[in-house]
């Protein structure tokens, strides 16, 4: 098992930025599958972006339609976080944004961080 914890949340105004991190309790090198979700009220959770190990240490990101072209999301081993920057925000974007692991099958999750994004 894994604890995730997301951090850098907030209101942030429409067209800005925002940097959520997410700090797990244990190395995620041996993660070999990291992401970002959302939710926002009254709808499904949904896939914002994740990194997928794939053959050797090469890393294969998917974007979801909503966030490509204005998403990142970066793995630092040393610092054991994973990283996500949205930019050009839109107040669509607003929602709890949830750090995900599934380490071999076992899914772990974050408690979430509340973004609003004001127009």
């Known amino acids: 098992q894994v604890q995730l914890v997301e951090s850098g949340g907030g209101l942030v105004q429409a067209g800005g930025s925002l940097r959520l991190s997410c700090a797990a309790s244990?190395?995620?090198?041996?993660?070999?599958?990291m992401a970002w979700y959302r939710q926002a009220p009254g709808l499904q959770r949904e896939l914002v972006v994740s990194?997928?190990?794939?053959?050797?240490?090469?890393?294969?990101?998917y974007y979801a339609d909503s966030v490509q072209g204005r998403c990142t999301i970066s793995r630092d081993n040393e610092k054991n976080t994973v990283t996500l920057e949205l930019n050009s925000l839109k107040p669509e974007d607003t929602a709890t944004y949830y750090c995900?692991?599934?380490?071999?099958?076992?899914?772990?999750w974050g408690r979430g961080a509340q973004v609003t994004v004001w127009s």
């Open positions: 244990r190395p995620i090198s041996s993660i070999d599958h």
């Open positions: 995900f692991a599934d380490t071999d099958g076992r899914t772990d």
């Open positions: 990194i997928r190990r794939g053959f050797g240490s090469d890393f294969t990101t």
